[in-house]
């Protein structure tokens, strides 16, 4: 099975600030058909996951444009160019390209300095 | 808008069943592939299993090949997941997710604890 590494586990971050996570996995995301099937999620405390980004760098409908992904192969990165309180939370990346199973990283846990 | 609303989760005994359901509605459920995705208490996400659109095709995680069946019934737009032989360490929320790679939508979950 693919394995996913986050880093930092734990992100203490200034308001307005920039904040950047990591994520690696131990084989290339490329699919056959030329996409990488890298996912970013967000989940606040006592919520549901929230997909940001899909395929490295695509972000969802109503993510607000201070959150980008990029990235290839096997190493990835979210970036929040200037942290809002409504951002602390747990962000998870996800590879979608060997299936099965999929894999989640085990969490980067942002919160307010 | 999409919506996806679990239910059926409780406390169980070690041993014992459970059925888990899940109601897709905003959205064409059967030309979607479904997970089930599931958070134990303070942990992260973990991936369960996924069924093809038609429901002809299965996959599922390691750990639970051969007690757990997720299965689909598209005239209800209904997802489950059939839980037998329950362990202390299903215990955990349990989220119904659409799209095959996308993962787009997830519902608000159910929480499953498995406890004598």
């Known amino acids: 099975d693919v394995v996913m590494t986050q880093s930092p586990p734990s992100l203490p971050v200034t308001l307005g600030q920039p904040a950047s996570i990591s994520c690696r996995s131990s084989?290339?995301?490329?699919?056959?058909?030329?996409?990488?099937?890298l996912n970013w999620f967000h989940q606040r405390p006592g919520q549901s996951p929230r997909r940001l980004i899909y395929?490295?760098?695509n972000r969802d409908s109503g993510v607000p444009d201070r959150f980008s992904g990029s990235g290839s192969g096997t190493d990835f990165t979210l970036k929040i160019s200037r942290v809002e309180a409504e951002d602390v939370g747990i962000y998870y990346c996800?590879?979608?390209?060997?299936?099965?199973?999929?894999?989640f990283g085990q969490g980067t846990k942002v919160e307010i300095k | 808008q999409v919506q996806l609303v679990e239910s059926g989760g409780g406390v169980v005994q070690p041993g014992r069943s459970l059925r888990l359901s899940c109601a897709g509605s905003?959205?064409?459920?059967?030309?979607?592939?479904m997970h089930w995705v599931r958070q134990a208490p303070g942990q992260g996400l973990e991936w369960v299993a996924i069924?093809?659109?038609?429901?002809?095709?299965?996959y599922y995680a390691d750990s639970m090949e051969g007690r757990f069946t997720i299965s689909r019934d598209n005239s209800k737009n209904a997802l489950f997941l059939q839980m037998n032989s329950l362990r202390p360490e299903d215990t955990a929320v349990y989220y119904c997710v659409r799209g095959r790679r996308d993962l787009d939508y997830w519902g608000q979950g159910t929480q499953v604890t498995v406890s004598s």
């Open positions: 395929k490295v760098s």
């Open positions: 996800m590879q979608a390209t060997h299936w099965p199973p999929g894999t």
């Open positions: 084989q290339s995301l490329v699919d056959s058909d030329g996409n990488t099937y």
């Open positions: 905003g959205f064409s459920f059967s030309d979607y592939s």
């Open positions: 069924i093809s659109y038609d429901g002809d095709n299965k």
